[in-house]
């Protein structure tokens, strides 16, 4: 570690700031590693610059140690505006971190000692080496794997250094001036929540906040959340809202009154057999949607008109059961956005674990014609004869399969709607093995297929483990009388 800094004006207008409010106590950890360093391979000035480490010792002001990225806003970041800002990364570590608190440069040869300062030191690194973007409400993941086996940490949002006075975010320089944000560890549960809605991140961090988790390390914290919900509608709404308030006026005229009075955007509603959470915010980027609209079976007019809701949508309610339930929280939940769609607010209606994505005109045809909303039925992408509903799975039920050679797939599908509609004397209830259905002048039954039930679950992002192999149970839609 090297007492003394690299003598550049930005750095020492950025090191005189941090010293304001972290003490004067401080030691620089070099990069040697990168090849824009000093020690590094004699490589081209353009490369990015190499990521230092500030390490401040505990003082008055901050008890405990803390670790600042020197190097990563020596090179502007660019928002989707275009926009130019400069970031660096804060990590708080509790007094007495071995090798940093006091520094002992042997102690952090071993991995539970140094993954902090890895794990901050390349989450910086990421801008100069792929050209993407890092801020507020971003997440890194490590694929599923612990930093170290002492954490329960498998990735890492980037947000505001909690704990330390809000005055540290702001640094003024002569390049201007640069945001310190904090490198938040996060649990695999808190990652699949994030990316189940969009602005995610913001909502994982208000939950990080509100449970008091700041940014000094906790190796031993619980997760803040118990992941997303099985399942989640999106409501793609046609103008900006900034509350729920916005969204419920001329619905639920009383409960957009008190909602919007608070400027709340996200809230349990209590309506129906299990409550149901109302969240708005943020939009998808079309990429996040691309795949469910290949599989809109939709006339040309309403693809174009579904495409152009996509790209063009001003921001998105979510809407998700506060805990599991079976296919009467789903209809509930279609309920409620039936009512969005017929008071003009909605473009498009997305439910990503039914692999279904529509237009608002089609979602109320398809409400009225009385089609099941616990599942839709797609083509199998394992058999051309085939089809199968995505959804059930996500309310503890089976998927049901239809294989029929004789029929087009708009026969199969139409057939499977109906058969499971049939099989359902409630509204929501998911069928289950041994109920039968007569279709088109054929009798069916749903048999548990035993040897299809080791597939995995298509609703990526729906809990932890996402991307995990899950077991899966099959119906096959069976005739049993002669066609």
Known sequence: MDPTPHGTSHREALLAHLTEFLGDQYVIATDTTAPGSASGPDVSSELPAPIDLAVFAPSEQVPH??????????????????????????????????????????????????????????TARIPGEDGSTLDWGHSITNLGTRYDPSAPFTGA???????????????????????????????????????????GGDMVLDRLERAGVTAVLDPARESVTDGPAPWRLHVLLREPAEHLGQVLEGVLPNMAEQLGAQGIDEFVLPIGPEPLRWRVGGRFAPSALASDLALAALPE???????????????????????????????GAA????????????????????????????????????????????????????????GLAALGGAEVRFAAPGLS?????????????????????????GQQARVDGTTYELRLDAAAGTGTSTDAGTGPGVGSEVPEQVLQMVPISPR
């Open 65 to 122: 140690a803390t670790l600042v990225t020197l190097g990563l806003s020596e090179s502007p970041m660019r928002t989707e505006s275009v926009e130019e800002y400069r970031l660096e990364l804060l990590m708080g570590l509790p007094a007495g971190w071995p090798g940093i608190d006091p520094p002992q440069p042997e102690l952090l040869e071993a991995g539970a000692n140094s993954w902090p300062l890895h794990l901050l030191r390349d």
């Open 157 to 199: 949002l980037i947000g505001p250094p909690y704990g330390y006075p809000p005055q540290l975010m702001n640094a003024p320089t002569p390049a201007g001036g640069v945001q310190i944000l904090a490198v938040l560890p996060a649990t695999d549960e808190e990652l699949a929540l994030r990316v189940s809605v969009p602005s």
């Open 301 to 331: 007019q309403e693809l174009a008109a579904l495409r152009e809701a996509v790209g063009a949508h001003a921001t998105v309610l979510t809407i998700s059961p506060e805990r599991p339930g079976g296919g009467a929280t789903v209809a």
């Open 335 to 390: 309920a409620m956005a039936l009512m969005l769609v017929e008071a003009g607010k909605a473009d498009a209606i997305w439910l990503p674990h039914q692999r279904h994505l529509t237009t608002a005109a089609q979602f109320a045809a398809d409400i009225a014609a009385e089609l099941p909303t616990t599942c839709r039925p797609h083509p199998d992408p394992a058999d051309d004869d085939a089809a199968r509903t995505s």
């Open 409 to 433: 797939m708009t026969e199969r599908i139409d057939r499977l709607h109906r058969m499971i509609a049939d099989c359902v004397e409630e509204v929501g209830v998911v069928p289950t093995a």
